[in-house]
Antibody, heavy 119, light 107 residues
Framework: EVQLLESGGGLVQPGGSLRLSCAAS????????MSWVRQAPGKGLEWVSG????????YYADSVKGRFTISRDNSKNTLYLQMNSLRVDDTAMYYC????????????WGQGTLVTVSS | DIQMTQSPSSLSASVGDRVTITCRAS??????LNWYQQKPGKAPNLLIY???SLQSGVPSRFSGSGSGTDFTLTISTLQPEDFATYYC?????????FGQGTEVEIK
């Protein structure tokens, strides 16, 4: 059974940093691209960042480019999102999602970890 | 960036109704269109991929159609467990973008 378990969320002040993790199991992690998708309270879904199966290709939404860094450790079956210079409008539930590389859907999602940016 | 626009934003329907949700892309995305269902407090769940392919385990009352810029999600006979928010998403190019969502409520 595919499982994605996010952790690392919490309350942080504007300008602060957080590192999110997503532990994967039930599939060959190193064979799949991964992404982070967020959802602000009461709002829709926003793709944040993606990474290829080997980690060689990384992609970002303009809203987080230069502030967030996606990475993965295939030996630990874990995806990461380093978030720096956090802003109030980064407040959201952050989901990790699995996809086959290329023009394919997000076929499995974790349950999310909540990030709240507030003073 | 490709903009995805869903209509309606919300709808009220009764159990047994046929429900149709539309999604329009700001440019042609071929058939690279996916549909997700999200229930309150839960992660999204993939329903339809490549515009019309049913994800494994999804009931056959869900169907998708369209290509180019115009797409539809149809629920043939609405069931109580189908009351949720539905999102379309283009996987044609990065940044992957979602529609704003359509909330299906109980009439």
């Amino acid at each position: 059974e595919v499982q994605l378990l996010e952790s690392g969320g919490g309350l942080v002040q504007p300008g602060g940093s957080l590192r999110l993790s997503c532990a994967a199991s039930g599939f060959t992690f190193s064979s799949y691209a991964m992404s982070w998708v967020r959802q602000a309270p009461g709002k829709g879904l926003e793709w944040v960042s993606g990474i290829g199966n080997s980690g060689s290709g990384t992609y970002y939404a303009d809203s987080v480019k230069g502030r967030f860094t996606i990475s993965r450790d295939n030996s630990k079956n874990t995806l990461y999102l380093q978030m720096n210079s956090l802003r109030v409008d980064d407040t959201a539930m952050y989901y990790c999602a699995k996809k086959v590389a290329g023009s394919n859907p997000f076929d499995y999602w974790g349950q999310g970890t909540l990030v709240t940016v507030s003073s | 960036d490709i903009q995805m626009t869903q209509s309606p934003s919300s709808l009220s329907a009764s159990v047994g109704d046929r429900v149709t949700i539309t999604c329009r892309a700001s440019q042609s995305i071929s058939s690279y269109l996916n549909w997700y269902q999200q229930k309150p407090g839960k992660a999204p769940n993939l329903l339809i991929y490549a515009a019309s392919s049913l994800q494994s385990g999804v009931p056959s009352r869900f169907s998708g159609s369209g290509s180019g810029t115009d797409f539809t999600l149809t629920i043939s006979t609405l069931q109580p467990e189908d009351f949720a928010t539905y999102y379309c998403q283009q996987s044609y190019n990065i940044p992957w973008t979602f529609g704003q969502g359509t909330e299906v409520e109980i009439k």
